[in-house]
């Protein structure tokens, strides 16, 4: 069977992680991916991940500050049926490597740009690090309760990289679908911040209602605050300690999911404390401390292995333990779904690896060979191109462009709450059909928050929805008209529950054999964990996310000798791990819509319709992928300091007279340039240049805890803000740590609105609202934006569209088989 993207060649020219996890997918799936590397190779090669990051592709040395090779380099990346980039706005036209250039003689490219923070605008030469676009838009301090000191916390899993892989990975496929029927290719533009802002679920429509009504509503406090109620969902997302020291994180956000965790925990009688009578939310402050007191309590009673087997009659508590990464590659459920494979490398052995991030069953992923030596293919590769390079293909079809790219594609949604149903909204916005079939009491993140529908108002933009009883026989027959039509369903429930509502593959392929099936789950379709209530911070955990971003420190102690107020501090610490400031709902989502477009490619490429499998464990292990792989001698991958300051002097937060700022310049390259500042600064009194203990790389990097403390006495002597001038002077990248919340910067910082990130649109209940405009960026055949939707706002439409009466329509209501918009 032909691979999704066999035949296709891809040009990497981009740097960082984003442009390698994307070049890497492509690879997995079929496509000749040549890394365009420097002189001395790509920094990735010294990390211990590079043996899976690279995977699969070829490499070759060229100098694009020479003009022999920068032609070279032009002729493989005009012949190419990708070309992925990192670009600074200017630096691709200046070298006549951008779109308009190269689309010149190669109508049919497509072309992916990366940036950190947008093309235009004030932030636009900022490089694209990842903590530069995470500290800029205030992740680090709402990461505050991570750091086991005042401040804000780095958080060190790249969750904005990942998040623009995909939003860059989505772009690619939908162009090439354009392509295989029109023979046009087209720009695609991705960026960090779009990236970070598809991980937050609701706080951009919360933020805008704040704003507008602020009599009425006023943000709760994510982690404890002195004197105020905490939020229910410190009690729905307990993080607690079992008796033995292992910890636990809980998802029961839905009414009942708590249900059975007082259950289960015996705690059936807290409703008679008048102080808990509406637990998990609480009316005051002294309220929430012993009810948190009593659960942490509870947990402590047991060992884990108590527990564990407590709760095998449990089956709705989510209770899933906080592993390391290591420990997380071990997980029952990535062994049984086949995440993990083993791939022999000639340096380094046996290595033990994520799988293909998406699972085809009919045109499955395949690791040709392993990571390339330095400059491998040098001599196979310039050999085409003095034969004048790759001729770019003739296009098989010449149909009409479409006005968006995915118009004419219908996606029946069956899913809940966010982690797999928003990446069928990053469909809608590409401009596909969603017929979401929607419970009759509504999709339970309708309810989510005090304010009703404020939950479910982003992940149900563009999206139609038919509120039927799918546990009917008559629901199950509309849903079986309804899918018959369509190109592709998104199957988001436990194991099990597709079998049991008649909405299996199986099924829905005796009637559709045209229909692409993506199975989306927490954890699985079957298997040890497969029906377990998967959510953000338990994936998060389970697949070690949570501590990463910690600290493995996090652990040291004596468990016994903790005290209460101890374990609590640990507990805010793991749970602002899990859950910021991405988490494994929002890259789930972005993997979900990922996966659908690679089926949809495949099936136009090879004419192949089938099921597909994502999980948000793999997904999630996909963004921590750092710590993702084994070997024997393998190094540890970089991790942040105890006090999670950063990663090293040259890529930390550090604290200057007036707030906190991230300084990022660990390539060998940028060390001039940050000599240079620093003489600016201090007026010539500190010459890191001239200080024998950083005079070359490796006395640098011993002398690592030096140069921190020099950077450190001295940028206390600035305010942030006179220190990003003088850093950006010198090319180096620094910012001021943004102080509100993402979704604050998302709403509210100029950039967003000058890059054209923001649209408006009228929601049902809300009214008018901003919302971010579609996150991959086109350049013909654009996104469109569109509000959410009420529950049951298209049943009577859609009924009609596939032959139902108004009598049957009023038939199957009296019947309580479907709901209406009333």
Known sequence: MASALGGLTVVDLSWGFPGTIVSMFLADYGAEVIRIEPPGGDAIRQHPAFYMWHRGKKSVVL????????????????????????????????????????????????????????????????????????????????????????????????????????????????????????????????????????QDPWGQIIEFLCEKYPDAYHLTPAVPVKDAPFTDYIFRLLVAMTKDGRWLQFSQTSPHLWDALVKALDMEEIYQDPGFKTAPTMETYEDSVRFWDLMLNKIRAKTLAEWERHFEGHPNVGAELFRTAEEGMDHPQMHHNRHLIELDDPRVGRTVQLAPMVRLF???????????????????????????????????????????????????????????????????????????????????????????????????????????????????EIAHAIIAKADMVMMGFRGGVAQRLRVDYQTLKAINPRLIYLNAPGYGIDGPFARKPAYAPTIGAGIGAGVTQAGAGVFDYDPAALTLDQIKAISIRLRAGSLGPGNADGVSSQAVGTALLLGLVARERTGVAQEMLTSMLCSTAYANSADMIRYEGKKPAP??????????????????????????????????????????????????????????????????????????????????????RIFQQNDISCTKIGQGAVSQFIMKDPAMAENGFLAEVDHPVFGPHPRMAPVSRLSRTPGVARPGIALGQNTEAVLKEFGYSDEAIEKLEAAKVILRAS
């Open 362 to 476: 009919e045109t499955p992923g395949e690791i040709k060979a392993p990571a390339p030596e330095l400059g491998q293919h040098n001599d196979e590769l310039l050999r085409v191109v003095e034969s004048g390079g790759w001729k770019p293909a003739a296009a098989k079809r010449s149909e009409a462009l479409p006005a968006h790219a995915l118009e004419g594609v219908t996606v029946v949604e069956l899913a809940l709450f966010y982690a797999s149903a928003f990446g069928v909204t990053l469909l809608a916005d590409l401009g596909a059909r969603v017929i979401k079939l929607e419970q009759l009491r509504g999709d339970d993140i309708r309810y989510a928050m005090p304010i009703p529908e404020t939950g479910a108002v982003k992940v149900l933009q563009g999206k139609e929805s038919v509120a039927l009883d799918l546990d009917t026989p008559e629901g199950q």
């Open 639 to 724: 991790a942040p300091d105890p006090l999670l300051y950063g990663l090293g002097a040259r890529y930390r937060l550090y604290q200057a007279s007036d707030s906190w700022l991230f300084l990022a310049c660990p390539q060998e390259s940028e060390w001039p340039g940050l000599c240079n500042a620093v003489a600016q600064i201090s007026g010539g009194g500190v010459d890191l240049a001239g200080d024998p203990r950083f005079a070359a790389a490796e006395l640098r990097r011993q002398s690592d805890a030096a140069l921190a403390e020099t950077l450190e006495r001295l940028i206390k002597t600035k305010p942030a803000q006179e220190w990003e």
């Open 63 to 198: 100098d694009l500050k020479q003009g022999a090779d920068l032609e070279r380099v032009r002729k493989l990346a005009g012949g190419a049926d990708i070309v992925v980039q990192a670009y600074r706005p200017g630096v691709a036209q200046r070298l006549g490597l951008d779109y308009e250039t190269l689309s010149r003689e190669n109508p049919g490219l497509i072309l992916a740009s990366i940036t950190g923070l947008g093309p235009t605008g004030e932030y636009a030469q900022l490089k694209g690090y990842d903590a530069i676009v995470v500290g800029k838009m205030g992740g680090f301090s709402s990461a505050s309760g991570l750091a086991p000191r005042e401040g804000p916390g780095f958080a060190c899993v790249p969750w904005a990289g990942f998040g623009a892989s995909q939003t860059a990975l989505q772009g690619i496929l939908a162009a090439l679908y354009v392509r295989e029927k029109t023979g046009v290719g087209q720009l695609v533009e991705a960026t960090l911040v779009q990236g970070l802002s598809t």
